[in-house]
């Protein structure tokens, strides 16, 4: 009888969304077996760490209020009063921070095996346009609790927003909502953390998920070069997807562990008055930018050096970014380059960040 039911159902939704056809597609789906395999599972922690940060998200909605009389003793009452507030706030900021983690590890692995190249272009350019959404979104969620160390930091980042040359003095006031950090800030700050920058998240993954699926996973070079006999491949589904969930029970079960152990505190609130304490530093992922900033001569000629500075990540940025477009495989001196390359940016981003955390 149920078995019944189940089949007439399943009929029912295969007549309108064409199940047995997806069904049949991620039955021939096959993930290529090779010592850096390892990697391929860092697109699938991403993907749990986000689905944690959406559900964590909604939950302290319940409760935060992006007053700046409240905001702050907002998140103190979900942190003490509520129950399991402490586990579901320190989930979404612990969660942030090892997503971004995870987000670096997955951006350089899928660049060091080629894996932007053709036909994977537009994966990787959606792939980093994700990865911006979610500074976006560190940058925003940072200073919802609106405690001191937040309030400085933000007043710092929207300082060097402001340098960006031709827009940035435009970006700085909309970001702001106002000639100061208030309470116009702090709504805008709320309004993009909770709906624009979802909505970006959800269109733009939309778009990298259907391309991962539509050219399947890549296969490294040194994987390419061995004889066909040698290749060794298993099915995505039900081999590579029950490692996936294997991996996401662990990964959960860490990112609860860290939870546990060391829960996200409240600092005291902002008094947007008192003089900026000695330190402050934005989170780590921006550090390393900061500290290479905070390098540089107020004035290079005739430019400010905050100027110089943006103008050199963009330059980095731009062409890291466009690897698919010019290392595209036919020249093994420009492939050597582009390993260098991101050799040489991930040993400046790790000493900077590490530099920073010090100075
Ligand atoms: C929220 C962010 C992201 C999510 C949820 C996500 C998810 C995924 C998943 C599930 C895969 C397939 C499994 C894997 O190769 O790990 C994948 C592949 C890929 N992703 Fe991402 N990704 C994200 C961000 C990024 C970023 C920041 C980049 C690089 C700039 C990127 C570039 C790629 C590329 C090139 C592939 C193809 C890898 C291959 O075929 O070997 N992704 N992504």
């Known amino acids: 009888m149920l078995g019944e039911i189940s089949e007439t159902t399943f009929k029912w939704l295969d007549e309108r969304l064409s199940l047995s056809a997806v069904a049949s597609a991620a039955g021939k789906k096959k993930v290529p077996l090779h010592k850096q395999s390892f990697w391929y599972y860092m697109g699938g922690i991403a993907m749990l760490l986000l689905a944690v940060q959406f559900l964590t998200g909604i939950l302290l909605m319940v409760y935060y209020i992006p007053e700046l009389s409240s905001a702050n003793s907002s998140v103190l009452f979900i942190n003490s009063q509520i129950d399991f507030g402490w586990f579901v706030r320190s989930m979404h900021s612990w969660g942030a921070n090892i997503l971004i983690f995870v987000l670096f590890a997955h951006m350089f692995s899928a660049y060091f095996m080629k894996a932007y190249r053709k036909p994977r272009e537009l994966t990787w350019i959606s792939g980093l346009g994700l990865l911006m959404l979610c500074f976006g979104f560190g940058f925003t969620g940072y200073l919802l609790p609106w405690d001191e160390v937040a309030f400085f930091a933000t007043k710092i980042g929207i300082d060097i927003a402001e340098q960006v040359p031709l827009i940035g003095v435009i970006l700085a006031n909309l970001l702001r909502g106002g000639l100061e950090v208030g309470q116009g800030t702090l709504s805008r700050f709320f309004l993009l953390h909770v709906i624009v920058l979802p909505l970006g998240l959800f269109a733009i993954a939309g778009i990298h998920l259907l391309l991962v699926q539509l050219h399947g996973m890549s296969e490294p070079k040194s994987f390419q070069a061995q004889a066909p006999e040698k290749k060794k491949y298993e099915m995505f589904f039900p081999d590579f997807f029950m490692k996936d969930l294997m991996v996401w029970l662990l990964a959960f079960n860490v990112l609860a562990t860290i939870v546990i152990l060391f829960p996200w505190g409240v600092g005291p609130e902002a008094d947007p008055f008192a003089a900026a304490p000695a330190g402050i530093k934005p989170e780590w992922y921006f550090l390393g930018m900061f500290q290479f900033l905070k390098l540089l001569p107020a004035h290079i000629s005739f430019i400010e050096g905050e100027k ?15 690897a698919p477009f010019i290392d595209k495989g036919e020249n093994p001196k420009l492939s050597m380059f582009f390993d ?19 100075a």
């Open 308 to 322: 110089v500075g943006l103008l050199i990540f963009a330059l980095i940025g731009g062409i890291f970014a466009a």
């Open 340 to 358: 260098m390359y991101g050799l040489m940016i991930l040993i400046g981003l790790i000493a900077f960040t590490i530099w920073g955390y010090l």
